[in-house]
């Protein structure tokens, strides 16, 4: 009997309307999160006008986000491989939202931190939408795809900028937590549209429903699926049989096929998945990818949080006067502004190399570049000569977390991608628990130079990681 794979199909299929409006769903889900880490850069510092808190305890509303986002990275990934695509993303968007709005009526300090500490449980999830949208995505196009998904966030991020910009000029900060939590509502609303993975519905010996969702794509995109039957391949396995095929990166795939019946249904998710992260083909992969993923997430972060703390550093401490509060406010909107259109740039670079020089070289190239452009800031500059210089550095890091956030689904198999995934993403978060000390705490004691020698430091050895990344997987089937 002839058969196909889910390969074979989505190769048939290639990318159509029905994809488009995955990525349109999964894209506003990094859109929303985006929205809300961007966030952290305005309520902090009002918070503490209004509740007349401590600088310390203005960090701790980043951290307290970032610390349940690390909750929710690993709870989610785990939910996703257990239960399903479709279940993370209901229950994390539910939370996100519902967090979201009472936040915005937190009676004191202390409410509005466990609120945004929920509103961090439910934003762990994000890394859901990635995966769920590659998973829909023939391999030729899974590089470009997911820089034009990457450009989700990036609007995410100016859409807060100009909200914050707008709203905070005429109403208080609890109308722009009420506003940032809209796009979660919107996919709340919208979620009955989102398919489950077909992928992982093989993984689960659901074939009969991974070919009715296959069908579905293929009407839409009205094209035919391959002629047979749709069977599942066991993962793949990573052996170098000849050394000389390993010289550019690649490693080769060796497909064994089984049949539907023997689909590891029960072995998904869990214990299993665990298993595989530090089985002897993926330990390595996955340590590297841990601290890279830390690595981008505490540049990335901190970089958000050099934009509204740098230029007041340099005033403060090179001058030793504290500038009008409004002043303040119009600069400190305008500079996040101008930094996070660097975004744009910064996701063109990824998407012109990504597949000339591949994910690994990408990756290190651009974490090299955001040395560079930091490296000037270790002293004192003129306050445009920092915001070009931070709109540079952003660049590069977007491109750098994008290019990972396609690379560490790729390496790992269907039946713990999420998993593995999630708990990169927790890994990363605790980067963003950590940035505020740095970013807040030092520049606020007037230690430039040291805060950007740590950031120097991390983002080189990173750059150094992915280098020893042991697999290239440009243009390689997703197992």
């Not at 859409?159 to 809209?182: C, G, H, K, M």
């Not at 299993?272 to 990818?289: D, E, H, M, Q």
Request: contains cysteine; glycine residues 8%; positive net charge.
């Amino acid at each position: 009997m002839e058969t196909y794979t889910t390969d074979d199909a989505l190769t048939a299929m290639g990318f159509g309307k029905f994809q488009a409006l995955v990525l349109v769903y999964a894209g506003t889900g990094w859109l929303a999160d985006s929205m809300e880490l961007m966030l952290l850069s305005f309520v902090g510092p009002l918070v503490r006008q209004q509740w007349n808190v401590s600088a310390q305890h203005e960090s701790l509303l980043s951290s307290a986000v970032f610390t349940g986002m690390l909750i929710g990275a690993c709870s989610w990934g785990y939910i996703s491989d257990k239960y399903g695509r479709r279940t993370a993303l209901l229950f994390s968007i539910i939370l996100t939202t519902g967090a979201g709005f009472l936040s915005a009526l937190s009676p004191n300090y202390i409410s509005l931190i466990v609120f945004r500490f929920l509103v961090g449980i439910g934003v762990g999830g994000t890394h859901v939408f990635s995966s769920w949208f590659l998973e829909f995505v023939p391999a030729k196009n899974r590089g470009t795809w997911m820089i034009v998904f990457s450009v989700f966030w990036t609007i995410g991020t100016i859409l807060e900028a100009s909200l914050a910009w707008v709203v905070l000029s005429r109403l208080s900060w609890r109308w722009l937590l009420a506003f940032t939590a809209l796009p979660c509502f919107l996919l709340l609303l919208l979620f009955v549209i989102a398919p489950e993975s077909p992928r992982y519905l093989c993984v689960q010996n659901r074939i009969s429903d991974a070919t009715l969702v296959l069908e579905r794509m293929a009407k839409t995109n009205k094209v035919a699926l391959p002629p047979g039957v749709l069977t599942y391949h066991k993962e793949t396995q990573l052996v170098d049989h000849n050394p000389l095929t390993s010289q550019n990166g690649h490693l080769p795939v060796r497909d064994n096929d089984c049949a539907p019946d023997n689909a590891m249904s029960s072995k998904s998710g869990g214990i299993a998945a665990l298993r595989k992260l530090f089985s002897r083909k993926l330990l390595r992969s996955t340590l590297l990818i841990w601290f890279v993923w830390f690595a981008n997430s505490f540049a990335y972060y901190g970089l958000v949080l050099l934009s509204s703390q740098l230029s007041d550093a340099n005033r403060r401490c090179t001058s030793g006067q504290k500038s009008e509060g409004q002043q303040k406010n119009a600069n400190l909107y305008k500079d996040v502004f101008i930094t996070s259109l660097a975004e744009f740039p910064g996701l063109v670079i990824s998407a012109v190399i990504v597949d000339w020089f591949g994910r690994k070289a990408t990756m290190w190239i651009l974490l090299f570049g955001c040395c560079a452009f930091l490296g000037p800031l270790a002293v004192h500059q003129k306050e445009s000569l920092t915001t070009a210089l931070l709109f540079g550095a952003r660049a590069c890091g977007m491109g750098s977390s994008t290019v990972l956030c396609l690379y560490a689904p790729e390496v790992y198999p269907t039946s713990a991608r999420s998993t593995g995934v999630g708990i990169a993403t927790a890994i990363g978060k605790i980067g963003g628990i950590v940035c505020p000390i740095i970013a807040v705490g030092l520049l606020r004691s007037c230690h430039q130079m040291e805060a950007v020698v740590v950031f120097e430091l991390v983002l080189g050895l990173a750059g150094v990681a992915c280098i020893l990344f042991p697999v290239e997987t440009k243009g390689r089937e997703m197992k």
